[in-house]
C-alpha cells in the first residue's frame, strides 16, 4: 500500500457539447489550467466510445479487452489525474448503458459527446504522486508519496493465493446475438470484429 495527502485546490465545473470528444476536451482543459494532480466526475451522455471492459485472460502483464459502443448511451464516470511523462495522464473509468444494457470499463483513446457531458475537476495540491510504468504490469500506475511512506506486507501477511480452475474459453466463430439490434451497435474489437460487407 502507499499513500500521499494534500490539500483540496482549485474546482472547476465543465461543459461538453455534442460532437465533442471528452477524453480530448477534458486533457486540453487540464492541461490550459496547469491542473497537476486531480480528480475528475461526469456525466450525460457519448454516442460513441472505446472501452477496455477486463483482461482478455487475467494474466500479468493483461492483454486489454476492447469494446467499441455508439448509437448514444447514457453515462457516468470518474478519472483520476497525476503528472507522468509527457504531462499529465487521466485514468477514466466509466458505465454506459442503453436500452438495459450495461458495459463498465476504462474509456480510452476516443468518447464522443452526445447531446452534452457535465464534469467537475477538483484539484489536489501538496500532493507527492506520479504515474509511471510499472515493469510487471506493463501499466501506468500510479506511485504515491515517498519510497518511505510505502507499507510493505509481510510475507506472514501476504494473503495465501487461491488457485482456481480457468472460465471456459467463448467459441471465437460463436455470433452475437443481443435483443433490440444491440449486437449492431456493441462491437467486441477482440473477440467479434464486424462482418465484412460484399
Known amino acids: 500500500m502507499q499513500y500521499t495527502e494534500g490539500q ?5 465545473v465543465v461543459r461538453i457539447d455534442d460532437g465533442e470528444d471528452m477524453l480530448v ?8 489550467k496547469d491542473i497537476q494532480a486531480g480528480s475528475i466526475t461526469f456525466l450525460g451522455a457519448l454516442m460513441n466510445g472505446r472501452m477496455v471492459t477486463g483482461p482478455e485472460e487475467p494474466v500479468i502483464p493483461p492483454v486489454p479487452h476492447f ?9 457516468f464516470g470518474i478519472g483520476t489525474i497525476y503528472p507522468g511523462e509527457g504531462g499529465p495522464h487521466i485514468h477514466y473509468h466509466a458505465s454506459v448503458g442503453r ?5 463498465t470499463g476504462c474509456l480510452r483513446e476516443q468518447a464522443t459527446t452526445y447531446l452534452i457531458i457535465e464534469a467537475v475537476i477538483i484539484e489536489f495540491t501538496g500532493l507527492k504522486a506520479r504515474r509511471q510504468l510499472d515493469i510487471k504490469t506493463q501499466l501506468h500506475l500510479p506511485v504515491l508519496g515517498d519510497r518511505e511512506s510505502a507499507i510493505k506486507l509481510t ?11 480457468p472460465l471456459p474459453v467463448e ?4 455470433k452475437i446475438d443481443l435483443p433490440g439490434g444491440l449486437d449492431e451497435i456493441i462491437r467486441d474489437l477482440t473477440r467479434h470484429p464486424p462482418p465484412r460487407s460484399s
Open 25 to 32: 476536451s477534458l486533457r486540453q482543459f487540464v492541461l490550459d
Open 171 to 174: 467459441k471465437k466463430d460463436e
Open 99 to 103: 436500452s438495459g444494457h450495461a458495459l
Open 8 to 12: 483540496l485546490g482549485r474546482v472547476f
Open 155 to 165: 510475507d506472514f501477511e501476504k494473503p495465501v493465493e487461491k488457485k482456481e480452475e
Open 67 to 75: 469494446v467499441m459502443f455508439e448509437g448514444g448511451w447514457e453515462v
